[in-house]
């Protein structure tokens, strides 16, 4: 097991791997109703992004875990700049909000520690900076403010100093379903109002 790390890979070969084992460990990933997936040409034009840090974890010359660590939030679209230009002004200014725009990991692999290899590494690095590192996580790996993956990236950031878990927002994921509506089982929207405010519908 080898951990490469690249800026501006312009190795189409390369990123055509890459993006195979995205697709295929996240993109194609049907297990959650969302996921911040990108196209090829997106994919394509992150890594070539000479501000992003490309980590992956190979074995067998096969890759096995990757991450993206945009270090200039501006170019990214799942982040509002404004935020943290408001909220850590100054380190916004000096170019220190990064983060973590994606983690991909090869489901059929055992990769305990190649987790914990990469995070060294790549924590290591974002320690040195005095980066605020931001990263998201879905419901199902974080289920409550405390403990989950939350906890286990602060514990992997103490391997590699000083840090401080700093919750930022929650966000949750619901929809409308009118299948009822469709089926002519809807009711009008008076009595839909009058449940709504606690008065009995007519």
Known sequence: MF????????D?????????????????????????IVTRPEFDEI???ST???WVVWEDNQPIVMTLIATDITT??????????????????KGLVHYVMW???DAAVAIRGANIALAKEALAVEARDGALLVFDLPEAKQTADDGGAAELMLRMGQMVGDVELVPLAAQRYYALDFTRA????????GDTMKDAMGTPAT
């Open 47 to 49: 890594l070539l992004n």
């Open 3 to 10: 951990i490469s790390r690249h800026t501006r890979l312009g």
């Open 103 to 105: 983690v991909v990991v």
């Open 12 to 36: 189409a070969v390369l990123r055509g791997r890459l993006w195979e084992f995205y697709r295929r460990a996240y993109a194609d990933n049907p297990l959650l109703p969302f996921s911040e």
């Open 182 to 189: 469709r089926s002519g089982i809807a009711r009008d929207d």
């Open 76 to 93: 990214t679209r799942w982040l509002n700049a404004d935020y943290f230009r408001r909220y850590h002004t100054e380190r916004m200014r």
């Open 52 to 54: 992003n840090r490309v």
